[in-house]
């Protein structure tokens, strides 16, 4: 018997009761392939459909984003962008911020002039 434990199953336990087995298991494969073989929301869901033979995709949808955290994609997004990106993106970040507060100051330079 097999007693591998996979990491969607702590994902599973986050859902309501589903009432049909077939979108109950199209559910626990779509979220295996995202979480434990690292497959994109698009493939996972068009295979997961496919194979239970459960339309429509829009429902297995939803229970996938109840049974996920509301950040997951976004972090797996920057974990897997390049380095060279993350680093270039802090730098723009940081010029941003930067503007920013001189912006700021500068309206607040023009109002107390004004008064």
């Known amino acids: 018997m097999n007693n591998k434990t ?3 199953e702590k994902y599973m336990k986050n859902l309501p009761y589903i009432k ?3 979108l109950y298991k199209a559910v626990g494969m779509t979220l ?3 979480i434990d073989k690292n497959r994109t929301l698009k493939f ?3 295979s997961a ?3 239970h033979n459960f339309k429509p995709k829009k429902r297995i949808e939803e229970l996938v984003r109840i049974a996920l955290p509301d950040d997951f994609f976004e972090k797996r997004q920057r974990a897997n962008a390049p380095k060279v990106k993350r680093e270039e993106a802090g ?4 010029m941003l ?3 920013e507060v001189q912006a700021d100051l500068h309206i607040s ?3 107390e002039k004004n008064e």
């Open 109 to 111: 330079s023009m109002r």
């Open 32 to 34: 295996y392939l995202i």
């Open 49 to 51: 459909s496919t194979k």
């Open 97 to 99: 911020r930067d503007m």
């Open 44 to 46: 996972a869901l068009s």
């Open 20 to 22: 049909g087995l077939q």
């Open 6 to 8: 996979y990491k969607y």
């Open 91 to 94: 730098v723009r970040l940081q």
